[in-house]
């Protein structure tokens, strides 16, 4: 990772090492998992962003892309392209993604079977987290001339622009999103990827240690529930923040 940019100062330079470690974490899951071939962007793409440092995921942007060919039979039959735009969380001690795409191809082609996508402040009516199913259906065009004119459907409709993969479908808001390692299981249990031997347990681990982050997350969002829960299983919670929940988070889409 880049050390020659004129960082604005030491919390910037924080956040650079966090994220290489967060790459490394990643680069580990899928080295141990199948197969591939693996290009990590280097160096990766840092950006300013337009609000002061002292802001909720204020700084620096860092971006970082992964392209990951897969094998069948050792033979390279799949592409995943990974994007990630990382900042620092809330409260500055957890790298935070901003925005990320997992894309899967086959090899050789630059149409995506499929792609997920989530944007931590979505714009317009798109979901934060959504995916988009890019198969040629006849049937799902003749559906969608038959769309209504409220939101994205009467857009749609307006542009002429009746292809499936037009369509988001919601995927459990910023905190139940998908991870990575569900791609990757995805292909080796559907497409026959070629797997590492400890690919089961890598996978585990990895959506393990993803899931309780997604849940640190999502019990910061609802302070409320979490201490009732522990309640219930006989631990002793006593007082807590007011408000004690997050509802532009709960709700979101």
Same mark, same amino acid.
């Given at each position: 990772?880049? !050390?020659?940019?004129?960082?604005?100062?030491?919390?910037?330079?924080?956040?650079?090492?966090?994220?290489?470690?967060?790459?490394?974490?990643?680069?580990? !899951?899928?080295?141990?998992?199948? &197969?591939?071939?693996?290009?990590?962007?280097? =160096?990766?793409?840092?950006?300013?962003?337009?609000?002061? %440092?002292?802001?909720? +995921?204020?700084?620096?942007?860092?971006?970082?892309?992964?392209?990951?060919?897969?094998?069948?039979?050792?033979? =390279?039959?799949? /592409?995943?392209?990974?994007?990630?735009?990382?900042?620092?969380?809330? !409260? /500055?001690?957890?790298?935070?993604?901003?925005?990320?795409?997992?894309?899967?191809?086959?090899?050789?082609?630059?149409?995506?079977?499929?792609?997920?996508?989530?944007? @931590?402040?979505?714009?317009?009516?798109?979901?934060?987290?959504?995916?988009?199913?890019?198969?040629?259906?006849?049937? &799902?065009? +003749?559906?969608?001339?038959?769309?209504?004119?409220?939101?994205?459907?009467?857009?749609?409709?307006?542009?002429?622009? @009746? /292809?499936?993969?037009?369509?988001?479908?919601?995927?459990?808001?910023?905190?139940?999103?998908?991870?990575?390692?569900?791609?990757? +299981?995805?292909?080796?249990?559907?497409?026959?990827?070629?797997?590492?031997?400890?690919?089961?347990?890598?996978?585990?681990?990895? $959506?393990?240690?993803? $899931?309780?982050? +997604? @849940?640190? %997350?999502?019990?910061?969002?609802? @302070?409320?529930?979490? %201490?009732?829960?522990?309640?219930?299983?006989?631990?002793?919670?006593?007082?807590?923040?007011?408000?004690?929940?997050?509802?532009? /988070?709960? !709700?979101?889409?």
């Amino acid at each position: 990772m880049r !050390t020659d940019l004129n960082y604005p100062d030491e919390d910037t330079r924080s956040l650079v090492i966090a994220v290489e470690d967060f790459v490394k974490e990643i680069v580990a !899951t899928i080295d141990n998992s199948i &197969v591939c071939d693996l290009v990590v962007s280097d =160096p990766p793409v840092v950006t300013p962003r337009k609000v002061t %440092a002292s802001k909720p +995921q204020g700084g620096f942007k860092i971006g970082v892309r992964m392209t990951i060919s897969a094998m069948v039979y050792g033979a =390279p039959t799949y /592409r995943v392209e990974a994007d990630y735009v990382l900042v620092w969380n809330r !409260t /500055r001690k957890f790298v935070a993604v901003f925005s990320s795409t997992f894309a899967l191809l086959i090899e050789g082609s630059n149409e995506p079977l499929f792609h997920y996508d989530y944007v @931590l402040e979505p714009q317009g009516k798109n979901p934060g987290a959504h995916l988009n199913i890019h198969h040629d259906r006849e049937d &799902v065009r +003749q559906a969608l001339a038959k769309g209504g004119d409220r939101y994205r459907a009467k857009a749609r409709n307006r542009s002429g622009t @009746l /292809r499936d993969s037009e369509l988001h479908y919601p995927l459990g808001g910023p905190r139940f999103r998908p991870c990575l390692e569900d791609i990757i +299981q995805f292909m080796i249990y559907e497409l026959g990827v070629d797997p590492k031997e400890q690919w089961h347990r890598t996978l585990s681990d990895g $959506r393990t240690r993803w $899931r309780d982050r +997604q @849940l640190r %997350a999502a019990v910061a969002d609802n @302070l409320h529930v979490a %201490a009732q829960v522990l309640r219930d299983h006989d631990f002793e919670v006593l007082g807590g923040p007011k408000p004690d929940r997050n509802d532009v /988070r709960i !709700t979101e889409l």
